[in-house]
């Protein structure tokens, strides 16, 4: 099986603006595509990045990696039309994952597996079906299982809160402060951030204060 991961080079992580600045969303970003790398890897697949952009700094996560800047879709889209095994797409920014959960879901033995992200997304997809495409953005999962039943392929959902939370606002900061064990969980430990009982759901803050001034 080839094993996708499709990460945003250039500009990484935009809905964290309000609570970390471009050098932090960049490192920040970084961070969860090692865990990430390291979940698939662990789990006993090989890891493919599919990067808008060459990485930053020269960084090297001993993995190939094809750079393709058209987006999302249409780049995955062409390695669908090209491949001749089952292809999964993993995304980058889902730091809870473990190789387990990822073990759990490649064994999945259905056309199409696809993983619910929060708010609507895809988070992850097993695609075994030769006509499949990828429809990304929006309410993708629905898309996703509309164009696997217009194919007449099997669609299943896989429940898992690691695999669903995908971290792209700061209220997904508080799973990852939660239940994080990898580099961005540290990383985000190491840059102050705890979490917060405000009353009501639990929140994040940063210790020294710097990201309410951000949010005024
Ligand atoms: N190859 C590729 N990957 C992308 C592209 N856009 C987003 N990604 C990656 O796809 C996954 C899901 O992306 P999103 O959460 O929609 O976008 P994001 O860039 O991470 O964050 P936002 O800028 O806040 O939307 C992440 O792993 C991104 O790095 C793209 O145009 N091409
Ligand atoms: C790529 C996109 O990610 P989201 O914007 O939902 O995080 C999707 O899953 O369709």
Redesign the pocket.
Same mark, same amino acid.
């Given at each position: 099986m080839r094993v996708l991961?499709?990460?945003?080079a250039a500009?990484?992580? $935009? =809905?964290?603006s309000d609570v970390f600045d471009r050098r932090e969303r960049a490192e920040f @970003?970084y961070a969860m595509?090692e865990d990430v790398l390291e979940a698939v890897r662990e789990s006993g697949e090989e890891p493919e990045l599919?990067? $808008?952009a060459p990485l930053a700094d020269e960084r090297d996560f001993s993995v190939p990696v094809a750079v393709?800047d =058209?987006?999302?879709s249409p @780049?995955?889209n062409d390695v669908l039309a090209g491949a001749d095994e089952p292809v999964a797409v993993v995304? @980058? &920014?889902l730091a809870l994952a473990r190789p387990i959960d990822l073990r759990r879901l490649v064994d999945v033995d259905e056309e199409v597996v696809a993983v619910p992200g929060r708010g609507g997304?895809t988070n992850a997809l097993v695609i075994r079906h030769p006509e499949f495409r990828v429809d990304?953005?929006g309410v993708s999962f629905r898309d996703h299982r509309e164009i696997a039943a217009r194919i007449g392929a099997e669609f299943t959902a896989f429940d898992s809160h690691r695999l669903a939370t &995908?971290v &792209?606002e700061r209220s997904d900061l508080v799973e990852l402060l939660l239940h994080g064990e990898g580099h961005a969980a540290d990383w985000l430990d190491a840059a102050g951030f705890r979490l917060a009982e405000t009353g009501g759901r639990v929140t994040v803050q940063r210790t020294d204060g710097s990201d309410s001034e951000r949010l005024k």
């Open positions: 991961v499709p990460f945003d500009e990484p992580k $935009t =809905r964290l @970003a595509l599919l990067a $808008t393709d =058209r987006p999302l @780049a995955i995304m @980058a &920014d997304g990304y953005h &995908d &792209d």
